[in-house]
């Protein structure tokens, strides 16, 4: 880690300036993010979310009555957010609105993280230098638990940083970790990489280190009832609700999978953390003699938790996505902001305005081009849940990949994403889909990401809309007058003999005369119609709620066609 001069002499830029100057720049990444939420492509994981939140608003319990992966925590929290909103199909944008001080947040502990390792002007170039990077921007712009994640864990390393340290502020980091923890389980990571950097800091400089066993004693035991606080509230919670080893079982063991991501590709990731964090270990015993023992100390800490927590990522966590770089960014953001803010005070003032504020003017520049000019890629995704919506009912199940009807009941228990689709091929999840439908009469159905399994099913008993959206029924073919046509239901429910012309009269069952909706039981039926035409079965509300008869039945005969 380089030697970081801090020039105390005559400010060269009138201070006042540099404060104007800054809260320029952080309403200017206010304006971007708000815009933001109204473009940025939709992500699965924010619908996912928002319908786990929505499960705590209906009274259901979480990894009994609706699997999640997550821990609860950031759910909980937004569900009286939720119950404000109603059931809107623009609900993801506001959601990602409600981010914003979430993301605020987390610039402004960073600020205090770098006030405190140097001074202030590091802090808030850090906090823009992090706000500003694209990775961080766009990701945290998303409605997603990792928004508090980060929040809480820069909190927690905040809070660590301010002196003295007693039981009381021990006891304080621990409940900030605790929560932290309650947000995401990626925490162990960030904890197991924050401990092991103290550790190293010790043994580097153990000459230098007070020992005080009490205190320590002391601090480790406050630390530690803090950080089991509320976890404890929560085991009791689903314990009583009957919920505790399917918790267990959602947030720990579901995530370990054999052969996933990065684990299938051989032993040669294991070397990345240990010769990395060793170059680490080497930058940090250069600055130490650079540096005053206690900013060394505190600072070192710091940026090795950060560097080993991204070393670990990189070579042992199986899937690598970018909301797991977002608490530790700004903490990496903390070494180029200190070089530039800091460094350079031989310099003449101009050079050191140029080292100064060019590479955040150009970081500023290329993320408001990349905002302001990108196109409206949400509306799509706001039009689809709006259809959704329209075409079901509070109380009616709608089959989704990970929540994406957000307001409705999944018959399918597991969400399926990669590490279920990945139980599913090894059979550590039972592959019940079909079944469920059937059980809960499901007509609506998001052609999406389904086991390939159960293809068959989904194309022998659903409708394609237009190619994403399917609704329970099933093309009959070409009839002739009076011949009757054997067909299987399994979706019950009430269904529509159609074709072009609109509904099709006839004998159903051989003794019953139909000439509307009519509810068919699951199992095998025979239709005879009184005119000849290409018929299909169609369940009758979603005729009732706006399908088009003429669009639909195009679709099918398309589907036919190729077939054939």
């Known amino acids: 880690m380089p030697a970081i001069p801090i020039d105390q002499k005559q400010p060269w830029w009138d201070p006042r300036s540099a404060r104007a100057w800054a ?50 925590l950031f759910h909980l929290l937004c569900a009286p957010l939720l119950m404000l909103l109603g059931e809107r199909a623009d609900v993801v944008l506001w959601a990602r609105l409600a981010m914003i001080p979430l993301y605020f947040g987390a610039l402004y502990a960073t600020w205090r993280i770098g006030r405190d390792l140097w001074s202030s002007r590091v802090g808030v170039y850090a906090a823009l230098l992090a706000g500003a990077t694209p990775v961080f921007f766009n990701t945290s712009a998303q409605f997603r638990t990792d928004d508090l994640w980060m929040l809480l864990w820069l909190c927690t390393v905040a809070a660590a940083l301010v002196r003295p340290f007693t039981t009381l502020r021990a006891f304080l980091v621990g409940v900030l970790a605790g929560a932290t923890f309650c947000v995401s389980a990626k925490t162990t990571l960030l904890l197991g990489t924050a401990l092991l950097a103290v550790a190293t800091v010790f043994v580097l400089d153990r000459r230098r280190l007070a020992l005080r066993p009490k205190l320590w004693a002391e601090c480790a035991a406050a630390g530690l009832a803090g950080a089991l606080l509320i976890p404890a509230a929560f085991a009791v919670y689903f314990i009583a609700h009957d919920a505790w080893r399917q918790a267990l079982y959602a947030i720990f063991e579901h995530n370990v999978v054999a052969d996933l991501g990065r684990w299938k590709h051989g032993a040669w990731y294991f070397w990345l953390f240990p010769v990395g964090y060793a170059l680490a270990i080497a930058a940090a015993r250069h600055w130490r003699s650079r540096a005053k023992p206690s900013r060394w100390r505190r600072g070192s800490v710091v940026l090795l938790s950060a560097i080993g927590y991204l070393l670990a990522l990189f070579a042992y966590w199986p899937l690598f996505t970018h909301q797991d770089l977002l608490p530790v960014l700004p903490l990496i953001a903390l070494l180029p902001a200190a070089l530039l803010a800091e460094g350079g005070g031989h310099r003449a003032a101009p050079m050191r305005f140029a080292l100064r504020y060019v590479p955040l003017a150009l970081a500023f520049g290329a993320l408001a081009i990349g905002v302001l000019g990108s196109p409206d890629r949400y509306a799509p995704s706001k039009d689809e849940l709006a259809r959704i919506l329209s075409l079901s009912r509070p109380g009616e199940y709608v089959m989704d990949p990970k929540g994406e009807s957000i307001f409705r009941r999944r018959p399918f228990f597991w969400v399926i994403e990669r590490v279920t689709e990945q139980r599913l ?74 074709d072009r012309h609109g509904g099709v009269p006839g004998w159903l069952d051989g003794d019953r005369f139909v000439d509307g909706p009519v509810h068919l039981a699951a199992g095998g039926h025979r239709f005879a119609p009184l005119a000849a035409g290409d018929v299909a079965l169609v369940w009758a509300p979603a005729l009732e709620r706006g399908v088009s008869l003429q669009s639909l039945l195009s679709t099918v005969e398309r589907g036919a066609t190729a077939s054939r």
């Open 23 to 72: 809260t320029f720049a952080f309403a200017l990444l206010l304006v971007l993010r708000v815009v933001r939420a109204f473009t940025l492509a939709p992500d699965t994981d924010e619908a996912q979310h928002l319908h786990v939140v929505w499960a705590w608003t209906q009274g259901l319990v979480v990894y009994r009555d609706v699997f999640d992966n997550h821990t609860p």
């Open 425 to 498: 091929r090894d059979g550590s999840i039972r592959d019940d889909l079909p079944q469920r439908l059937e059980a809960t009469s499901t007509a609506l159905l998001v052609d999406d990401h389904l086991p390939a399994a159960d293809r068959a099913f989904v194309e022998a008993n659903y409708l394609s809309l237009d190619g994403w959206l399917r609704i329970a029924g099933r093309h009959l073919g070409p009839l002739a007058a009076g011949k009757g046509v054997d067909f299987d239901v399994a979706i019950a429910s009430d269904y529509r003999f159609v």
